[in-house]
């Protein structure tokens, strides 16, 4: 079983972060190095680019536990193959107000553009999401049971 | 109708004599009366019809009959016309194998609608103008054709053809979009997310994952699905589970997003009567709102809205309705 609660009895939530290998990965880098902290359950998935992210992703993201799931990416203009995150961005901004339709959560989704230089951007976008995600509570809108069962075993 | 449906047979019967076409697609006698399905028929077109139960769209059938020799005679309502140029323009069709007859379209009928109003043990349906006559076990029974029609036709595009050949129409058309198609997706999204999920849970917990909304959908074109794949995790149904619904949901509307043509397939023949339009008509309203009023299957050969974009489109998080950056 995930450690959903921390030490105090807190909820303590799983999040999972997308970031493209160009910019993003790089900027959670140089939060590293830089010394700044972000939350240590941000579970971070290096991918090619942003646009590399199938809706697949984030739904099963959710399934196997997530609370919220964010999607980091070069600023609009700056993809490492020119045009990715164009497509990230209509693709996303369609799947999360589709989300919202069905009554799951909007906050529990985010897409964050982070390049490489903004460490401190990075820091603070985890910081705030994290905290989002504690007000808002465990994920039980798009849960999978049968994840969670085989997660206690 | 009936003389619509005499002159496709004649028109048809003269296709299949010059040699034109070598069969047509068309509907036949089901179960019932109210139960007309699609099928192939040779030069005789025995047990062809065409009447106000032909609501199923004959396009996607399309896909394998440009796959065989010889060229197909397909009849399209006008909404099915849109489905045509769609699965042309993701060159799944063979434009040069098949002939098409645009045909005039009254609106199709929903047995559920006539069930609904008390009608029982329907033993046979015919049209008389705009009255629907059923001979039931229990006698005679007229409704009014306006009032029983399938959703989807009550929003009908309009009754222009954007594909064909040739048409077959009507001298008198008759109109019957009543009512804006977004009407309902507007009054889901003034809810609160706690009375949508709701909803949504009240619709989708129904669900037997038959597949039918997929099956039938003509933008569900994919020679290999990604639900056919059992890892994925949907297939199997597990009660109260709301993941599978979900995920299965929001993927197949996703899949169709920017391709649906809003031909209301998907929710005519889901048995749970799950109103699948209103996923895909989100999609459709936000694509509108936020990148501007696009009809999948206007034309043939357009680009679709998440295989563009523009530099300076919505971020994610903006909802047209709540102002969003544009
Ligand atoms: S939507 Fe329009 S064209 Fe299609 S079946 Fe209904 S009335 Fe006919
Ligand atoms: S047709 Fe209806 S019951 Fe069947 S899979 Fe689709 S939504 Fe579920």
Known sequence: MQIKIDENGNFKPTIVAFCCNWCSYAGADLAGTSRLSYPANVKIVRVPCSCRVNPLFILRAFQRGADGVILCGCHPGDCHYTTGNYYTRRRMTLLFNMLDYLGIERDRTRVEWVSAAEGAKMARVMNEFVARICELGENKRLEDLRCKKSLEE | MQEIFGRIKKRAAELFADGTVTRMVGWQKGESDYDKTPAVFGPDMKGFVYDGFCGANLSKYLINL?????????????????????????????????????????????????????????????????????????????????????????????????AGDEFIL?????DTTTTDRFELVKKLEAMTPDERYEFWRGELSRCIRCNACRNVCPACSCVKCVFDNPALGTDSKANSDTFEENMFH???????????????????????????????????????????????????GQRGPLTDFAKNDAEPGATPDKGGKK
Do not use: M
């Open chain 2, 66 to 162: 440009s796959k065989v020799e010889g060229r197909t005679l397909v009849l399209l309502k006008p909404c099915d016309s849109y489905s045509f140029n769609q699965l042309l323009t993701e060159h799944r069709i063979d434009r040069d194998k098949v002939y098409a007859i645009g045909i005039d379209c009254n609106g199709k009928l929903d047995i559920n609608k006539i069930r609904a109003l008390g009608v029982k043990g329907i033993r046979s349906v015919a049209e008389e103008g705009d009255e629907v006559v059923l001979d039931t076990v229990y006698g005679s029974k007229r409704v009014k054709r306006s009032e029983v029609l399938l959703d989807r036709c009550y929003c009908c595009k309009g009754k222009d053809h954007v």
């Open chain 2, 170 to 174: 009507a001298e008198k058309r008759v």
């Open chain 2, 250 to 300: 929001i993927i197949r509307a996703f899949h169709v997003a920017g391709r649906c043509t809003d031909c209301g397939e998907c929710s005519r023949v889901c048995p749970q009567h799950i109103p699948l339009h209103l996923l895909n008509r989100k999609f459709i309203r936000d694509i509108d709102e936020l990148y501007g009023e696009y009809q999948a299957g206007a034309e043939v």
